[in-house]
């Protein structure tokens, strides 16, 4: 920066120019794909939306009608069931790190958290094999049910304890100097406050693993009836989708666009309205 | 005075001992896992060897395995994956920490967010008839090039954060003394905000190594090794997901969960390495 | 609130799961997936019996059974005695259809395409990369190979009949429900295959009939071993089998009630080469009574009422006197 000022001055405007342009270019390059795949989701699926899409079971190959009517149910079922999983554990074991998760076993626990949530999802569906569909000797919603569950857990954790440690010390001890035992004080004031980030957190993480494939490949496997039973077979947008996509029938590629387009309504719908709602913004 | 407080057990033992044993639970789900994958990939391991992990066969016929294509096919199409979401997703978090008059910075935001709500298997649609016809059919630049848009998200977000978390002073002193905002940057900002950055750009190399249906709707399933970006690959993610329901033998199961073994080693050590980058530069967890 | 409604779901559907029948549950080839798609519907709606059948590969086929995960197993790809031994030895091979395998390509203009043997091996082999180098006349493309990334039936039939025509091909290569292919893609299960032929230009690969003809696939003419170009067809499917099924060695293994027999590479004029019958795979010795009744009830439906589908759906049903072989062994199946 040792040269002329004013000589020097119009090449650094024209650097900084420069500058600007890549990091507006960047952004708007970044945001093509979204346009791209959100109007081809939108274009495609929903022509194939209909009253029997969201009711009928799928219909033989080259037969027309049919639906995803199964596989949306199932979703729930299986996403209900990983939150039976996922919801206690992390909940209560972010309780746990916020008031009496200081030392040495707090670390651990912690870490440990840290690193299932490194873990790629399709080796936690592996885990669900093994420890419940080889024992049981059955594809199970359960099984996908518990996979899913713990994907949900170091997110759930982690929200929990902090916002649980954001509740003021104050309110704490005032429940403390009231002679309100701890685990009440905990439980009713402390948690309670701290439900509204809680709960947006718990709504994001099931917004994800709604999305889930991977684990449930061999883990719910698929069903092609209605099905309620926990442990039998279960049909889930996400496989059903993954079937139909890499299937040649025109029929079943348009269902695949249709049923993305209700499973971005959900997460999308879910995420965004979550978002806006809470003072914090997540990060994965 | 209760001499007998000492024998009664109070609610707050029960409560500390009942959300401890759920917060115990973590680390043993975590050891449970560790011990069953290493349990099942033990007639693997004991056929094959170390010699695994290099050997490039893959012939479920004849019971011969080797990973070697598939760490390939992982780390080329994660690396694809970088080149083109790392100068993207700068320049995204740039935009949103840096250029303040901006009145779009929030729906921006929002719809890099947006990117990363869409589930994966959407993606893989797409990628089936959008993206692969036009990039000349399935092949390992295609999985790379999905990649990239499904890590952007992370990248940009972290990088933000990273950004924000660099004291307004810094950029206040450059400023003050007349610099642009391109000299701001490359003083004030930037030099502080390397170690995060390094730990965004590792945490997106770790996100896009176990991504899964994305890719391997796109990547053409094939376990070789080719110089050629457009030929088709396969990666670990996508061999266990493609074959683990069929899988025809016994030692055929046991070395695809030793690809899951080597998935979990690799994408763990990787998360760490970019947590505590990222940790260090915003004194917290990314 | 959340946690309540989702208990409150789930207890619903426990209930409502209690009270609903079981499902009995199978998987494996995607060769017959339509076929059997059909007759699990209209099964269900005649007598109320819930069949699930996923297509996984007639290797995950055989896996998932022989572990007992499944009621019963799909699959082109017979068991070998030994598996059969070291998956307990109480299995049965129940014929329910036969289909041709398609070679289809992807060529924009050619509808017409005829292949020997011997062309066919070279370009799985990679020897032939060009369209140009199979017959001059074809657009300058290269080929791109599609095979299946899992474990086929469809595959061990297709390669079964490469390993009997071209010596190359049986010592490169070799026949099975998963080979080390020398050049292409793999897609996951006949769909998969049918998909990839169907979008990438220039593609070749392997399928089930139906699965090119309802993907409006072109279909090559392959020369059979009386050396006549043969269309695949409901047709020359049938004449296949019974050119096949004629011969002395074949009847001495139906005479004994094993039926895993090998179609390809049939002798007749009509007969088109590349055929096979597809199984599912049953134990002789059912363990839920229940569930076993209704497993019995299938397949005696798929074998006499049943036969009257597969036919729409360019399957060749399977011939009246294999069939009522067949329906004697399902007899001798213990509830």
Redesign the interface.
Known sequence: MENNWTQGLGQRKLIEKIFLSAVFASTALALVPLVLVLGYIFIKGAPALNFNFFTQLPAPVNEPGGGMGNAIIGTFIIVALSCLVGLPIGIFGGIWLALYGQGKRGFIIRYAADVLSSIPSIVIGIFAYVLIVATMKRFSAMAGGFALGIIMIPTITRTTEELVKMVPRSLYEAGLALGIPKWKVSLKIVLRTAWAGIFTGIMLSVARIMGETAPLLFTAFNSMYWNFRIDEPMASMTVQIYNYAISPFADWNAKAWAGSLVLVMLVLGTTVFVKKFSQRVYYG | MRLSRFKRI???D???A???S??????L??F??IC??II?SSLGFKTFGFGFIVSS??????DVYGALPFIYGTIISSLIALAIAV??????A??LA??TQSKVKEQ???????????????????G???L??FLG??SLLVGGVILS?MI?P?I???SR?VFQAVPHSLRESALALGA????T?KLAVFGPALSGLVGAIILGL?RA?????AVT?VI???ANISPSLFA?A?TL?SV??????????EVN?SV??EL??I??VI??I???AA?FFVWKTTGH?? | MFKKISVLLLGLSLLAGLASAAVINGAGATFPYPIYMKWNTVFAEQTGIKINYQGIGSGGGIRQFSAGITDFGGSDAPMTDKEIAKAGGDILHIPTVMGAVAVVYNLPGVRNLNLDADTLADIFLGKITNWQGVNSSLPNMPIKVCYRSDGSGTTSIFTGYLAKVSLDWASKVGAGKAVAWPTGIGGKGNSGVAGSVKNIEGAIGYVELSYAITNNLAAANLKNKAGVYTTPSLASTSAAASGALSAKAMKKLIAAGDFRLDLNNAPGENSYPIVGLTWLLVHKNQKDSGKGANLVAYLKWALTDGQKYPADLLYAPLPKDIASKVLEQVETIKI
């Open positions: 109070t609610g707050d029960w409560f500390s009942i959300t401890f759920f917060a115990a639970s973590i680390p789900l975590l449970l896992l069953l994958l099942k066969s893959w012939d479920p016929l004849n100068p993207l997703g700068l320049g995204c740039i935009f840096e250029v921006v935001a929002t719809m890099i967010d947006m990117l990363a709500a869409i589930p994966s298997v959407v993606y893989g649609l797409w089936i008839f959008v692969s016809p059919g399935p848009i952007l992370t940009t977000a972290i954060e642009t905002k391109w000299e940057f770790g190594l176990g991504e899964t249906m709707m053409g399933n094939r088709p396969y993610a266990i997901a493609n074959e683990f329901a069929e899988a025809t033998s199961l695809l969960v899951g073994l998935l979990l994408t763990v990787v998360n760490g947590r967890k990314a």
